[in-house]
């Protein structure tokens, strides 16, 4: 019986364990391997893991936050393998290029910023995500402080007709990426 994480009440839904627990060692076999070893598992394969709910599962704020945790881990290794390969030049070039390309996507007018999904078809509320824009456009233009956890965890409205949840998602990623880049 793995005991990795605490479990979620019999009645409730966690993370299917199993699952959970073949990620995570692929993982753990990725972070061992020599640097030339190309794995699928790295930084962004991290922040896009998803799982399985399952009844008594493990409890999905544990592996959350573990999952975070290891994707700081493999992104400054990540960091230290392109700062030999490419030089710290370079990667910060690499950073400053995707930053600009998230305030260019800022930069457009509100309600403009993304595209929108049908009439019918719900998306992220507009407002909440040009509001949340507003604090990232600060926080790349005039320093205003922002966690890296912030952005992984905003959350916003629906609503019909609303921003395209893809592009949207993108974009956080991209966020994420350079912040994690720069640490």
């Known amino acids: 019986?793995?005991?990795?994480?605490?479990?979620?009440?019999?009645?409730?839904?966690?993370?299917?364990?199993?699952q959970v627990e073949e990620f995570l060692e692929e993982a753990r076999r990725a972070y061992a391997a020599?640097?030339?070893?190309?794995s699928i598992v790295n930084a962004e394969a991290i922040r896009r893991?998803?799982?399985d709910m399952r009844k008594g599962g493990y409890s999905t704020s544990h592996v959350d936050a573990a999952l975070e945790r290891l994707e700081d881990a493999?992104?400054?290794r990540e960091r230290e393998r392109e700062f030999a390969d490419i030089g710290e030049?370079?990667?910060?070039?690499?950073?400053?290029?995707t930053a600009q390309a998230v305030l260019d996507?800022?930069?457009?007018?509100?309600?403009?910023?993304?595209?929108?999904?049908?009439?019918?078809?719900t998306g992220y509320h507009p407002k909440d995500v040009d509001v949340f824009g507003d604090r990232l456009t600060g926080y790349f233009q005039d320093g205003e402080p922002m966690s890296v956890d912030e952005v992984?965890?905003?959350?916003?409205?629906?609503?019909?007709?609303?921003?395209?949840?893809t592009q949207v998602d993108l974009l956080l990623d991209s966020v994420v990426d350079v912040m994690l880049a720069v640490r």
């Open 1 to 18: 019986m793995s005991t990795t994480f605490p479990r979620a009440r019999r009645s409730r839904l966690g993370y299917n364990v199993d």
């Open 34 to 38: 020599e640097n030339g070893d190309s």
């Open 49 to 51: 893991a998803s799982f």
């Open 74 to 76: 493999f992104a400054a």
């Open 89 to 97: 030049g370079a990667w910060y070039a690499k950073a400053r290029a």
């Open 105 to 121: 996507r800022l930069d457009r007018p509100a309600r403009k910023r993304f595209k929108r999904v049908g009439f019918l078809t």
């Open 152 to 165: 992984r965890g905003v959350a916003f409205r629906t609503r019909r007709g609303g921003y395209r949840e």
